[in-house]
Structure formats: structure tokens, C-alpha cells
């Protein structure tokens, strides 16, 4: 099978998705998180190597993680064909003999390739600036733990926009109210948190010395099997969805 | 494109399909069956043409009924669109994109094994090679709509779809789009295109489907048509040696229902138009009357139109 179709849909896709000036928010988001880390080495000079690692890892999970990595996800991954829909234009895409789970599985690795474009750089940025090296064990865990969990929510939000077309409201409402607090309050809701997984994800490829902040109580096998199911689910429920999708003008 | 006809006839069968969302019904069991050549589909706005023809697409699940393209059902059935090209009504494209880069976009998601010369030759037959490496984003509209077509016609389907294809065109690209159209037609291509303006209906097409209020008003030849609407006079403009003579002489005629003279030339309106047809040339002879023009003033597109709509 030719990948040509794949790579004009994810040439197209990365266009919609980075055009109109977005890549100015990518270069903010990748920013924010290494200025933070500057300015925390220019008002701590003489910091222990612990309080440096602490500092990295809390800084990552509290603006990488919680906020910067669902944000992007969301909007790339409910965009990634979401806009396409609600500007009429997917019907140049579906009036085509390509499968459908081709598209999909296109669209998430676009979607996802764009999140990562948005917050791994400012990740290893932070490892550069605070502990010297942006290959650091710490940030090495960190990147496998956010891009898993940019691959299940890109997919999970791409999922959704095909259900709703208010899959922004209702992934920002997933966003604040599951990822952000409710999964945190109680501690059996934290198999069905993709924050968790990333978090435990993390600490087993980083090290538990190393990890910091990045502790969680789910086993890292519970986070790769939940992760696969996850991913399983969503994909399934996207393809089967497109299959099915009625383009409805108002009538 | 190739210049060679499709090796089997091209066909679209759609039987008692309706299309209905919650107590709305956008479509009302319409049945039609078409063959090769162009067929306009004609309708005032919000009839339901663009459900009907998002039907035929595979765009939208019939409520009931079933819609076949070339024997296949059309819903849940990406394999149609190998023969099928689409031109959506809406407006939208792809702005960062130039004209080349969108039909060579089609060109490859059809998988097409010369995805560089079916490009150019789709873009050529909608006469935009001089624009083509310019952003879609800068295009006038009628040069969006034709890039649309160069899309929809890049694989060369047996049967094309267009929604409201002339929107935006002006005369001169109007004319060439009908006849690119029409040479299409000619080599065996199902083209079916909807349309609320009469007067490309009647360049284009001499078949039609009148939808009003989500049902088939008519299908057919629209001269067809009208002749078969027997429950409504035929007008016609006769023009004679001596109006007011045979004026008088065919009002007794019970083919006619009423006579207008008018300024060298008399309106003529025939309950039965076969019984008139004989009786006209009948009675100008008897009261020696010479016939100099018999013109059937009704069997316009517009007056068939109008007569389904406020039917």
C-alpha cells in the first residue's frame, strides 16, 4: 500500500492546523515554560542539584501537563477534522475511495505530531536551562510520558468532534473538571485519568530518584494496558463514526 | 482524464427514497432512474435539491428507500466515489492551497496512477492554467466553482454531481462550463446538476426533475412534461391572413377554451391540445384563413415551472 494518500491527507491536515498564524501560539507555548525555567536560574544561582531537579519536575507537571499538553491536544485533536466539518470542506475528503480508518489514524498522527510541535521542545528547553542537559533522565521519562498522553487525548478529542460539534466546550470541561480535579480527588478515578498514565509513565522511565513530582500510584503496566484500551476505544468510535457521518446542511 | 467512453453505462437509481430529520421531511419518496446525458435537477430554494443530491452522493442515509450508483448503494460506500465526482454547493476550500495543489489533492486520494497529467488535464478543461499555481484563497468565485469541477472531474468519473455549479460564473464561463458539460454527457457520463435558475436548465439540459416542497413535481423532458399536463391550457401565438375572422370562428371550437386578440397577433388558449391541433388548420381552411405562425407560447422551462410549483 502506497503511504501517498497518507502523506497528502497529513500534508493538508498540518497545513489547516498551523495555518492562519497558529505557529506564532506553538512558539508561545513552547516559550512560556522555558522562560519560567530562565527566570528561576537567574533568581536561584546557588540551588542544590535536588531543588533543580524538583523545580524542573514540578514546573513540567504544573505547565506542561496540566495545562499546555490537554489545551494543545484539544485543539489540534478536535480540529483535525472537526474544521473540516464545520466548514463544509471534509466532503472533498469522504467523496474519495480511501478507507476511512486511514483518515483517521492520519488525522491523530498529525494531530498529534502538531502537540508535540507545541510543548517537547519547550520540555527539553526547561531540561537545558535548569538541569544542563536536555537529554536528562527526568525530561528523557517526561517526553514518553506526554506524548502518550497527547496520542490518547489527540485521539480521544478527534473522537469527540466527530460526535458533537462542541467538542471544544466539552473537552475544555473534560479538561478542568476530570484531568484537572476530580481524578485527583479521589484515588479510584485515577485508572481512567490519561494524566495519571503520563505521570506513571514518567516516573518508570525516569526513575523514582528522579522523578519528583511525578509520582503516582498506578502501576506503570495499568497505565500501558488502560493506554492501549484508551487509544483502542477512541480509534474505534472515530472510524466507526466517519463511516457513518451524514453531511447535513442546514436545511 | 481520457478521452475514451466508460466501458459500461452509467447509472443512477433511486427508488422511493425520503430523507427526513425529526418531523422535518427534506425529501418525500422520490423515485428516478438516469441514464447517461445531463439531467438538471430544478427547484425553488429549500425544496430539497441539495438532499437529494447529497443522497445520490453518499452523503446523507436515506430515511427509507434505497439509492444505487452503478449498482451500488451509494450510503456507507466509499467504493462509488472511484466512479463518482462531487462539486458541493458550498463555497469553502482549502485557501492555502493553489488550484494545482487542490486537484492534485484529488488526483492522489483517488490514487490515480498519473496523478500529474490527469491534473493538468482537469485544469485545462475548466480553462484555469494561467491561474493555476495562484492561492485558492485570491479566487473570484466563479473561479473557485470551476476549480471545484477540475476536482470532480480529475478521475474521470461515469457519473458527476454538481450543486449550483454556474453560481458566481459570468456569461462567458458559463458557457463554456455547458459545454464542457454537455461534451461530457456525450461520451456517457451521468451529470446531474441542481439548479433554481431556469435559463441554465435551459441550455444545458433537456431532462429534467422538478422538486417542489421535497417531492418529484416531474421528471422527464420538460416539453414532455407539458404536453402531459392535460388539466391545464396550452397557449399559443398564431399569427394569420385575417386574425379577427378566424378568431371568431375558433371560439366556437370546444378544443379552445379562449381566444385574445392582440397587436398582429392573436393568443390562443386550447383546453385539448391534439383535438385543437387538428381543428386550427381545419378551420382557417373552411373560412379560408392563411396561417403565416403557430407558436406554442407555454412549453418554455419556465412556464412548465411555474405551473408544477403552484400546482
Redesign the interface.
Given at each position: 500500500m502506497?503511504l501517498?494518500?497518507e502523506l497528502?491527507?497529513a500534508s493538508?491536515t498540518w497545513?489547516?492546523l498551523l495555518?492562519r498564524r497558529r505557529w506564532i501560539a506553538l512558539i508561545l507555548c513552547n516559550g512560556l515554560p522555558a522562560l519560567l525555567a530562565w527566570l528561576f536560574v537567574l533568581e536561584q544561582a546557588d540551588v542544590s542539584a535536588r531543588e533543580a531537579l524538583n523545580f524542573a519536575g514540578g514546573l513540567l507537571a504544573s505547565v506542561v501537563l496540566t495545562v499546555l499538553l490537554p489545551l494543545a491536544s484539544l485543539i489540534f485533536g478536535a480540529m483535525a477534522l472537526g474544521q473540516e466539518i464545520e466548514?463544509?470542506?471534509l466532503?472533498?475528503?469522504?467523496?474519495?475511495?480511501?478507507?476511512?480508518w486511514r483518515l483517521v489514524v492520519t488525522k491523530v498522527i498529525v494531530a498529534l505530531g502538531a502537540t508535540l510541535a507545541t510543548v517537547l521542545p519547550g520540555i527539553w528547553l526547561v531540561g537545558w536551562i535548569i538541569l544542563g542537559d536536555a537529554a536528562h533522565p527526568l525530561i528523557r521519562g517526561f517526553s514518553v510520558g506526554v506524548t502518550v498522553a497527547a496520542l490518547l487525548y489527540c485521539a480521544g478529542f478527534l473522537a469527540l468532534s466527530l460526535f458533537t460539534r462542541r467538542a471544544l466546550i466539552i473537552g475544555l470541561l473534560y479538561v478542568i473538571g476530570w484531568e484537572g480535579s476530580l481524578s485527583r480527588l479521589f484515588a479510584g478515578t485515577r485508572t481512567l485519568s490519561v494524566r495519571e498514565y503520563a505521570t506513571s509513565l514518567s516516573e518508570a522511565v525516569a526513575g523514582s530518584d528522579l522523578a519528583g513530582p511525578f509520582t503516582s500510584p498506578l502501576e506503570p503496566w495499568t497505565a500501558i494496558w488502560m493506554s492501549v484500551a484508551l487509544l483502542g476505544v477512541a480509534t474505534a468510535l472515530a472510524i466507526g463514526r466517519l463511516?457513518?457521518l451524514?453531511?447535513?446542511?442546514e436545511? | 482524464m481520457s478521452d475514451s467512453a466508460p466501458a459500461e453505462a452509467a447509472r443512477v437509481l433511486v427508488r422511493n427514497a425520503s430523507k427526513w430529520y425529526g418531523n422535518v421531511v427534506a425529501v418525500n419518496d422520490i423515485s428516478f432512474d438516469l441514464a447517461p446525458g445531463v439531467t438538471g435537477l430544478l427547484g425553488p430554494n429549500g425544496a430539497g435539491k441539495t438532499t437529494l443530491l447529497r443522497l445520490v452522493a453518499g452523503f446523507l442515509q436515506p430515511s427509507s428507500g434505497t439509492v444505487e450508483v452503478n449498482g451500488q448503494t451509494s450510503w456507507r460506500n466509499p467504493s462509488i466515489y472511484r466512479d463518482v465526482g462531487i462539486v458541493p454547493e458550498r463555497e469553502e476550500l482549502y485557501p492555502f492551497l493553489t488550484g494545482r495543489e487542490f486537484v492534485r489533492l484529488n488526483a492522489v486520494l483517488h490514487e490515480l496512477p498519473f496523478v500529474d497529467v490527469a491534473t493538468e488535464q482537469a485544469i485545462e478543461a475548466v480553462d484555469l492554467i494561467d491561474r493555476q499555481d495562484e492561492k485558492i484563497g485570491t479566487y473570484s468565485k466563479g473561479m473557485r466553482q470551476r476549480i471545484k469541477v477540475a476536482g470532480a472531474l480529475v478521475h474521470d468519473p461515469t457519473v458527476l454531481l454538481l450543486d449550483e455549479p454556474f453560481n458566481g460564473m459570468d456569461p462567458a464561463q458559463r458557457l463554456k462550463m455547458i459545454d464542457l458539460l454537455r461534451d461530457d454527457a456525450s461520451r456517457g457520463r451521468v451529470i446531474v446538476f441542481s439548479t433554481h435558475i431556469l435559463e441554465e436548465l435551459h441550455y444545458l439540459a433537456e431532462e429534467v426533475l422538478v422538486v417542489v416542497s421535497g417531492r418529484l413535481a416531474a421528471s422527464g423532458n420538460f416539453r414532455e412534461i407539458r404536453r402531459l399536463m392535460t388539466d391545464r391550457p396550452h397557449t399559443f401565438t398564431v399569427t394569420t391572413t385575417d386574425n379577427r375572422r378566424l378568431a371568431s370562428a375558433l371560439i366556437r371550437e370546444p378544443s379552445v377554451s379562449g381566444v385574445q386578440l392582440d397587436d398582429g397577433h392573436m393568443v390562443i388558449r386550447a383546453a385539448d391540445r391534439g383535438a385543437f391541433a387538428t381543428a386550427l388548420p381545419r378551420v382557417a381552411k373552411e373560412h379560408g384563413v392563411g396561417l403565416r405562425e403557430v407558436i406554442p407560447a407555454d412549453e418554455s422551462l419556465e412556464s412548465v415551472f411555474n405551473y408544477l410549483v403552484e400546482a
Open positions: 502506497s501517498r494518500v497528502s491527507l493538508l497545513r489547516l495555518g466548514d463544509g470542506t466532503a472533498y475528503s469522504l467523496s474519495k475511495p480511501t478507507a476511512r463511516r457513518g451524514e453531511l447535513v446542511e436545511i | -
